[in-house]
């Protein structure tokens, strides 16, 4: 009973100690709530906030002193912009360099994929300088004589383009194949409305792609473009209750290749003798060499 009477005198104790202020209650939850927000817009922890109040602070003052000194920041402006200047006639110089050779090696090889005609340059037209130059590039195309070149976007048919990617891309192969990243290309009926030596040109290029350590996949109807290939997919469409589904036929083995060759050129897999010598002929022409040891790996 004593213990019970000394705790009763000490609850009222400390009752007559609490300050029960619905003011301050309201102080602290409203702090409570712009702490919440706070964190909400710039956190979400406190000292996330704090960082962000110090890095504004010290841009703020930064800011304020520039408009205190607008000499200081004028000189400052003058320094950058010649900067940039000299940065932009660095690369200008490199530009019109790299453009001429660039230019002139598309040039010959789109003579040699069955375009004799086309015409490719690289025009440089100067502009404000910018983080992109002094110079806007744009390549221009012209497919038929007598046509002047213009923007090869807006001007080249999808089997043009396809040919002046690989065109270029072709032209920009370093020398040394050491220093090219391998990269993954993509031709898409690259070979349109080509035959004969030009599309053994084109093979040819593909495949000089592929040496170089890229992998490049092809889709194609010629058979010699599909000869110069290291492995082989046949793609068949098939309708099937009234439901079109695609189907794909790895060929591999030499046999299932010349059997493909045959199908391209034929339409049917023959096994007629003379057509048979054909298929075999084709392959021996166009047999890729060996890949390079790094060309295996998953891109």
Known sequence: REQLREVSQQLHSLNDDVDLNPQRIDEIQERLNALQKTKRLYGPTLQDVMTY??????????????????????????AQRQQLLEACHALTTVRQDIATRLQQRVQTTLEALAMPHASFEIALTPCEPDSQGQERVTFLFSANPGEPPRALGTVASGGELARVLLALTVASQPESQETTPPLLYVFD???????????????????????????????????????AAHHHWLVEKH??????????????????????????ASGEATQAKVANSFAQALRRQMKPK??????????
């Open 53 to 78: 109040h110090e890095r504004a602070s010290l841009e703020l003052a930064e800011l304020e002193f520039r408009q205190s000194n607008p000499e200081a920041l004028s000189q400052q402006c003058k």
């Open 239 to 264: 309708v099937m209750e009234a439901t079109t589904a695609s189907h794909i036929q790895n060929s591999q083995q030499e046999a299932d290749v010349e059997r493909l060759l045959l199908h391209l």
């Open 290 to 299: 060996t890949f390079l040891a790094h060309s295996n790996q998953e891109l």
């Open 189 to 227: 009926e690259i070979d349109t409305g080509t035959s004969g030596e030009a599309a053994k040109t084109i093979a040819q290029q593909l495949q000089r792609l592929a040496e170089a350590g890229h992998q490049v996949l092809v889709v194609t109807h010629q058979p010699i473009v599909a000869a």
